[in-house]
């Protein structure tokens, strides 16, 4: 079954509309997550490194008051796309390293479309 | 910067064919190495992985991948695909060794693998 829980799976809104998305580790606790995103027909790339219990490390051109994160417990971390533009629309996915020696746990992805 | 790249950006074979998939990847140090697929609509998923040990690697629905340290490759093979392979591959690394390693995966580019009935 799902180790890591992402919700929701679709979201389809209003440019300028801020958008929430949670990832949840399910029966294990995560110290960090991981966000990514995908364009159409590309690689993801990471965005950042969630931190419970700190900030998160954001990668190169990653706009950090456009993409916040808030990792507030050891389950889960949070993206909020704030005010969302149609150049946002993408498909963005969470992970959650395994434990030593295991890989990553992904979620099933959030697909958002920005009107 | 560390960098993974795929060769092959879309492969067409017909079934039965045998498939190979390039992968290289820049850094120096030790590193974790993954293929992923993805299925048309569907999420990620783990094809193999590579840590330590032997460096060839056997994984689902019958595909390998050799990890060759001296020529920083990791391609991913499988002898005759079938229709149902059709999907996209991702191979991706994490680098650093034990508790040096972040877990931040590095994709590559992907491959489209079309395989014709």
């Known amino acids: 079954g799902a180790v890591v829980s992402q919700h929701p799976s679709w979201v389809i809104c209003k440019s300028g509309t801020s958008v929430k998305i949670e990832c949840r580790s399910l029966?294990?606790?995560?110290?960090?997550m991981f966000w990514y995103r995908q364009f159409p027909k590309q690689s993801l790339m990471l965005m950042a490194t969630?931190?419970?219990?700190?900030?998160?490390?954001?990668e190169q051109g990653v706009e950090k008051d456009k993409f916040l994160i808030n990792h507030a417990s050891l389950t889960l971390s949070t993206l909020t796309v704030t005010s969302a533009h149609p150049e946002d629309s993408s498909f963005y996915i969470c992970?959650?390293?395994?434990?030593?020696?295991?890989?990553?746990?992904f979620g099933d992805g959030t697909r958002l479309s920005i009107l | 910067a560390q960098s993974v790249s795929q060769h092959n950006h879309h492969v067409i074979l017909s079934e039965a064919a045998s498939l190979e998939l390039g992968c290289n990847y820049s850094?120096?140090?030790?590193?974790?190495l993954f293929w992923y697929v993805q299925y048309p609509g569907q999420h990620l998923q783990l094809l193999l992985k590579?840590?330590?040990?032997?460096?060839l690697v056997k994984g689902i629905k019958g595909f390998e991948a050799e990890f060759i340290k001296s020529k920083f490759s990791f391609n991913l093979r499988k002898p005759s695909v079938q229709w149902s392979d059709t999907a996209e591959y991702f191979c991706?690394?994490?680098?650093?060794?034990?508790?040096?390693?972040?877990?931040?995966?590095?994709f590559g580019q992907g491959t489209t693998l079309q395989v014709k009935p």
């Open positions: 850094y120096g140090g030790t590193v974790n």
């Open positions: 991706a690394v994490t680098l650093g060794g034990g508790s040096s390693n972040t877990g931040k995966l590095i």
């Open positions: 590579y840590f330590s040990g032997d460096p």
């Open positions: 992970s959650a390293p395994g434990q030593l020696g295991q890989p990553q746990h």
């Open positions: 029966d294990f606790q995560a110290t960090t």
């Open positions: 969630s931190n419970e219990g700190s900030k998160a490390t954001y």
